[in-house]
């Protein structure tokens, strides 16, 4: 005659699935911080044009090239700036090195002074320079009379504390209004500086910059501006053209040229302490993290239903006497012994939340079974 002694309850072994899902917690963030380290230094490939005679920038934008800090640059020469600047507005590249002129309108903005040359009259043509040719060029053009000129750069324009003879300013060449705006480019329509003894601010010049587009996402350009920065400060001491480099100033009555939004923010940032400057990023990154978070404990979750037993042996046991009560109803007696055992077992389970609730549902429709079955088997 087969026992229905009740069996000794198996005690779960839950250390191994608890480690299982820590493991796999772990695991997970470790690679989603691993891809997203990955995603986030994942080198960006800009490309910057060069114009013919940018000879002057040519060693600063060749460390800029080679620091590969940010991101990674690739150069492409142009024959002029014209070609240059449809490259840039159709998006072929991203940067143009070149002289400002009358193609640097429209969208165009600033992102760094390259170099810069004070215009001084001269009675003899000035050496063979393209730059300095050109600013000669148009300001002959402009005024109708033969115009030279030299250039001062910016490293020879700190050793005057005065201003040079014969400086080329919109008075000393009596400019007009009308012909300032022709030759804007040379700096010749900006205002007169509030300092008298700024000379510097009333010059005219010539400038090779740094330029693109306005539609250039602004953090892209923020963090192109933090690259040039640092590649002037580690380079200027063994390159000379380091010298002469300088974000484009936001202050739009110090620059020939707009500077780009992205060099405000970058300025501006500056500034700030660490949770104003990478407050939005924070909150991202903690949003994200409790996202993340939630999917792995919904996933725990998922895993422990699905390998834990919640009660499902006692549910097989159930089933059991149920068929047994059926087959042999002279063990009414030891079945009812079992089942009552067997339902105190199943509250300690139910109590503790060890439990699904399908189980238990059809555990109660089971025990109503059996109570049913027996109770006429024990009716006479």
Do not use: C
Request: positive net charge; proline residues 4%; without cysteine.
């Amino acid at each position: 005659m087969p026992s229905f002694a009740p069996r000794a309850r198996p005690v779960a072994n839950r250390s191994p699935m608890r480690w299982l899902v820590v493991t796999g917690i772990l695991l997970s963030l470790a690679l989603a911080t691993a891809f997203g380290l990955r995603w986030y230094r994942s080198p960006t490939i800009l490309t910057i044009a060069l114009t013919p005679a940018s000879d002057r920038s040519q060693p600063f934008i060749q460390a800029l090239v080679n620091s590969r800090l940010n991101f990674r640059f690739a150069l492409v020469r142009f024959d002029d700036n014209a070609k240059a600047f449809a490259a840039l507005r159709n998006g072929t590249v991203q940067f143009v090195v070149a002289r400002v002129d009358q193609e640097t309108t429209g969208d165009i903005r600033a992102v760094a002074v390259l170099s810069t040359r004070y215009l001084i009259q001269s009675e003899a043509a000035a050496p063979a320079d393209e730059d300095l040719a050109f600013a000669g060029r148009e300001l002959t053009r402009v005024l109708n009379r033969p115009v030279s000129v030299s250039g001062l750069d910016v490293r020879a324009a700190r050793r005057f504390e005065t201003e040079p003879k014969a400086l080329a300013t919109r008075r000393s060449l009596k400019l007009t209004d009308d012909q300032a705006d022709r030759i804007w480019y040379l700096g010749a329509a900006r205002d007169e500086p509030e300092e008298a003894d700024d000379w510097r601010g009333k010059a005219l010049t010539v400038s090779r910059m740094l330029v693109t587009t306005e539609r250039l996402d602004r953090q892209l350009v923020h963090d192109v501006a933090m690259q040039i920065t640092d590649v002037i400060r580690s380079t200027r001491a063994e390159i000379p053209a380091a010298r002469e480099v300088s974000l484009a100033p936001i202050d739009e009555a110090k620059g020939i040229l707009r500077a780009h939004d992205g060099i405000a923010r970058f300025i501006n940032r500056e500034g700030q302490a660490f949770f104003e400057r990478y407050g939005d990023l924070v909150y991202v990154g903690i949003s994200v993290f409790g996202l993340l978070l939630t999917a792995m404990g919904a996933l725990a979750a998922w895993i422990r239903y699905r390998i834990a037993d919640n009660g499902r042996r006692y549910l097989t046991r159930m089933q059991m006497l149920v068929h047994r009560a059926a087959r042999r109803p002279q063990d009414a007696d030891r079945i009812r012994i079992v089942a009552t055992r067997l339902s105190l077992r199943f509250a300690e389970e139910v109590a503790a939340r060890r439990i699904a609730h399908d189980v238990l549902s059809a555990y109660e429709v089971l025990q109503k079974t059996l109570d049913t079955w027996l109770a006429r088997q024990a009716s006479p």
